[in-house]
């Protein structure tokens, strides 16, 4: 990871970041920025900014981490996002989704790496202490050829993905803004663990079985970034600082670009049950499913309720409430299953800093 990114001429380094980053662990984060103690620093960043900001780079390195397993067999390896060297079949799969999929990881892994080494480098600039992960990162690879064999902080193997992002998404009525709830356009996926890489070679066959593995990454792949598409804009309401609203408001986006792709490419995982774990990914186009709420290629957000159901619907985000908003999104995805395996610390080190975040 340290090679990803080279820095510009005058601009620092990944290696001197690091170097200079806190290990955050329990605690070590610093009592003076927990307790919002922390001078204003240079440009007036609060600590309640930097707690936003160091929350964030959190999650970004954990989707890092994620990505960075998907691309090592799914997607392009080269000098931009580099590690591992491809599983034909995987790839394979992944490509009946859509013929550029490798692409498209690649590109969502380094956009990821950008993310959080860019907050991180303005934490530092600003004083205030970066994020760095490194001592979590115990979890096991996949076995599967073509993976590296290092140690990683997310879990890609035994997921248990909440697919109800589909229909809220398409739904004209409802706004978990309101406490509304959505039916699971995948129910089997939310209700086991499941894999979203081949754990070893021997997952590669038979073909509905790594196909079933591909399809479960595809909708995992949307999970994740619908995610970050909240998350952004409902922490955006809290920030103080000029540069960290700017920050906000830029990568944001960038989040809902990923999601927007992910979720046109998983309405194309086909239909079939995986014969190794009796899985099922229904037609969604047919009955039980069926009708705008399960419909394939709506990738844009249906209008629905905002701020008020007195007020007409409208085209949004959803949800963008930003009371407690860093710890639903922590929730949502230990919930996932991305963090089985991982030490009590780490779970107290994230649940510290979207505390912080939450208090902002």
């Known amino acids: 990871m340290r090679e990803t990114i080279k820095p510009s001429a005058g601009s620092l380094s990944r290696r001197s970041l690091l170097a200079r980053a806190l290990m955050v662990g329990a605690g070590a984060i610093g009592a003076r920025l927990l307790s919002h103690d922390l001078v204003q620093a240079s440009g007036g960043l609060t600590p309640k900014d930097a707690a936003i900001l160091q929350f964030l780079a959190a999650l970004e390195i954990l989707e890092t981490d994620a990505w960075q397993q998907y691309n090592e067999l799914g997607g392009i390896q080269d000098s931009e996002v580099p590690g591992g060297s491809g599983s034909a079949a995987y790839t394979a799969a992944l490509e009946v989704l859509d013929s550029d999929m490798p692409q498209y990881i690649h590109d969502n892994t380094e956009d990821e790496f950008t993310h959080f080494t860019f907050i991180n480098a303005y934490l530092v600039s600003k004083d205030a202490d970066p994020v760095n992960l490194d001592r979590f990162r115990t979890l096991p690879s996949s076995r599967t050829t073509g993976a590296q064999q290092i140690g990683r902080l ?198 510290q800093l979207a505390e912080a975040a939450d208090a902002a």
């Open 154 to 351: 997310t879990n890609l193997m035994q997921l248990t993905v909440d697919t109800s992002w589909w229909t809220r998404y398409r739904s004209r009525t409802k706004n978990p803004d309101f406490g509304d709830t959505f039916p699971q356009a995948v129910p089997g996926l939310s209700a086991g663990q499941f894999p979203g890489i081949p754990r070893r070679d021997g997952d590669l066959a038979p073909p509905n079985h790594i196909q079933a593995i591909a399809n479960t990454a595809g909708f995992h792949f949307a999970f994740i970034e619908q995610g970050g598409t909240s998350l952004y804009p409902a922490l955006a309401q809290r920030v103080t600082h000029a540069d960290v609203l700017r920050i906000l408001l830029s990568i944001g986006p960038t989040e809902t670009m990923h999601f927007q792709t992910w979720q046109d490419k998983a309405g194309n995982a086909p239909a079939l049950t995986d014969p190794t774990n009796g899985l099922v990914f229904p037609d969604l186009n047919a009955p039980p499913f069926g009708g705008e709420d399960f419909q394939t290629n709506l990738i844009m957000p249906e209008p629905t309720v905002f701020l008020s159901r007195t007020f007409p619907v409208c085209s949004i985000i959803r949800p963008t409430e930003t009371e407690g908003a860093a710890m639903r999104a922590l929730s949502a995805l230990t919930a996932n299953g991305l963090f089985i395996g991982q030490s009590l610390a780490f779970f107290a080190v994230l649940r």
